[in-house]
């Protein structure tokens, strides 16, 4: 078995000019598997041409909460991500959400970009990944309205507390742990995904964001997602193995349009 890192941005430096290198450094220590995540829709092209060029690297399709101000307005939006889905290789929508606490976009506009991701995402049956910070009510909220009880997807980098947490696993979410896990001051957030169950969780690293300890304030990249999982043993009282097998289980399941050549 092997991990797979469920969110990294390999379009980022210094991961781009050196993708090569990267995803080798990462399969020495058992990843094997990546997801390249969308921020914005000029994006597309070079994600696509990343996922195309290395086997077990997939894509997404999505405009951050931070870039909705500036994207496509709604009814084009979602042509341009259902008609982009069908590219083999774009498995999910996202990331999308409400950032309330940055609001580099403004609220209504964010609310109508997410919603727009839920609709594509019904329509084509692919996984959402949603980003949420301190906005959960309405994050919870428009999952519900518009999926519908039927959209999927997972809690990126989820670093929210035991009501987010009990409110995604009701609407069947996953819930994907960071290098914030293994941060000193984390502990609420590990009593948190202590309730977790193993089999809606995932791991992901956010590189280059976010590196976990040992390696803080490093640039981050998908070989780091290691530490999260061990950190996750831990909490879960469980063995390295178990979580190995289980996250990429789940990510398989919920990205089912992947198709991994190492499985
Ligand atoms: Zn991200």
Redesign the pocket.
């Known amino acids: 078995m092997f991990l797979i890192d469920s969110?990294?941005?390999l379009d980022h430096e210094p991961m781009a000019s050196d993708i090569n290198a990267t995803l080798m450094r990462a399969k020495e220590k058992g990843v094997k598997g990546f997801l390249t995540?969308g921020?914005d829709l000029s994006k597309i092209p070079l994600l696509a041409s990343i996922a195309e060029n290395n086997d077990d690297v997939f894509a997404t399709l999505g405009v951050?909460p931070h870039e909705a101000e500036k994207t496509l307005p709604e009814k084009e939006l979602y042509k341009v991500l259902t008609q982009e889905s069908q590219h083999p290789k774009m498995v999910g929508f996202g990331?999308t959400g409400l950032d309330y606490y940055y609001t580099h976009s403004p609220v209504e506009i964010q609310k109508a970009s997410f919603k727009t991701h839920i609709e594509a995402s019904l329509e084509c049956d692919l996984p959402l990944i949603v980003?949420t910070r301190n906005a959960d009510e309405d994050t919870i909220a428009l999952l519900k309205e518009v999926g519908q009880g039927k959209a999927k997807g997972v809690m990126?980098?989820f670093s929210g507390n035991a009501w987010l947490r009990d409110q995604a696993l009701e609407l069947g979410f996953y819930i994907s742990a960071s290098g914030i896990l293994t941060f000193n001051k984390a502990e609420e957030l590990r009593e948190v995904f202590k309730h977790v169950p193993l089999e809606r969780l995932l791991v992901e690293t956010?590189a280059p964001?976010l590196a976990p300890i040992p390696y803080r304030g490093k640039p981050n990249e998908p070989a780091f997602v290691v530490e999260t999982a061990k950190k996750l043993a831990e909490i879960k009282g469980v063995e390295y193995d178990v979580i190995i097998t289980q996250t990429t289980q789940n990510f398989l399941k919920l990205f089912s349009k992947a198709r991994f050549s190492c499985v």
């Open positions: 969110h990294c941005h995540i921020t951050h990331e980003h990126h980098c956010d964001f």
